[in-house]
């Protein structure tokens, strides 16, 4: 078990090492989501109510999540590593976990930009909103690494992800927008509890057979 | 392992289409009669109630479509067999086309009835965009994917997804309902009097049929051409 | 026909059609299985000297 937890740990420290020295994906990142959430600022006709505001924040959250995942296994992929990950005598599944919380992490730092930036650009943030975007963090780390891993297999990775990732994620942003302006958020974020548990553990058991060849 | 060997497949691929195929004619010229000159027409809705029996067995046929062919994507999964990758694909191609005629059936039926093409507080039509928007990718992650283990791998699990999202979808939809898009306009009627409870149970029989028959013909047409492209390959 | 009826018509061409155009796709394919099956045929025989 701590075998385990400590393969998980030296990949996700990888990732982030990775991350540290090239210093590509994060910036762009951060660069993204406050161009996205300037881009929104114009594109919502003046007297737009706080509720079509914070529906555009999921939104940016989606597509810049979707930005960092298409670089996801790059690194892999230019140097051949993920057979030698594949190789390894790790648990396939720890490959899963690793990166999963690699994204994670990635996705906690853009919305430590993200969320700020919103509250100055258009209104404050509630607790039910910074709650709901935590927990749909580890929904969309999941899925997305999965479906990153699934696209890096194909011809046309940069389109494919978006649309395997997109119907997927829909649950997500329901969850999420209602947690944010409904009356009960309770609700709302219990689902997303759901939909993280329940998808998490179907990734976590089915990336083996996505990664053998 | 070659895909020519897995032709043996007994008599359910010789005798299975005919059987299946005369079924669906019976049941559903059976049904549909059943449903235009027996059953009652309903007191609220009028005559447009009839696609009632239309929409919701080819609803709940894609439905099953899409559950079969996860479940041929698990035994792929389990023993590695390659024959249920077309079993698996024919199964969710079936389940598209079924999903593609619940929105166009299902769009006709919102018109009559309340005079839009789309309302998003019809929760069954917002499920159905949502899962055919999603196996729809299905298509598109085969086509990019070079054929081999791997996309057919990866085909299987994303059909395991999909099952998945059909409850967790169902879920959401309805939560979303309570706050962002109201139901105004709901088909939920009171319980069905008998004869059109009846009526709908040989329809859907009659719908299941016809998918099954249309299936194994799918399914032969896919196997013939991967047989003829190795054939090729073999003769080149 | 009133309104009502002319839906209902057009829901069950609905699927009419679409089991006449998968009719037609079938018929097609077939045609094009044919005819890939007499190229090999003729292949086969040229290679193993028929």
Redesign the interface.
Known sequence: MSAYAADVAALARKDLLLELRARDTLPAMLLFVVSALTVFHFALPDGSSERAETGLLWIAIVFTALLGLSRAFIAEREQGVLDGLVLAPCDRSAIWLGKTLGVMVFLVLAELVALPAFALFFHPLSWELVAAVALANLGIAA?GT?LAA?AA????RE??LP??F???V??VV??G??AS????PG??LA?LG??DA??AI?CWA?FE??V?? | MSLLSDHSRGPSLRFGPPLLAAAAAGLLLGGFALAFYWAPEDADQGFSQKIFYLHVPIALTAYACFGWGAWKALRLLWTGERRYDLESYTAIHMGVIFGLLTLITGSIWAKVSWGVWWSWGERQLVLFLILFLFYSSYFMLRFSTEPGPRRERNSAVYALFGVVLIPVSFLAVRIAGTILHPTIFTHEGADLPGEMLAAFCVCLAGMLSLAGALYLVELSGKRIDASLRELKELLA | MTTSEKYVTAAYLVLLGALLVYLLIIALKVGRLEEELADLTRAAREKLGG
Request: aromatic share 14%; charged share 5%; net charge neutral.
């Open positions: 899925i999965l699934m297999a194909s011809r046309a389109l494919l649309l395997l997109l119907p997927l829909i649950p329901i969850g927008v209602g302006v409904a009356a009960n609700s709302f689902f759901l939909y329940v998808f179907l089915s057979y996505v053998t060849e």
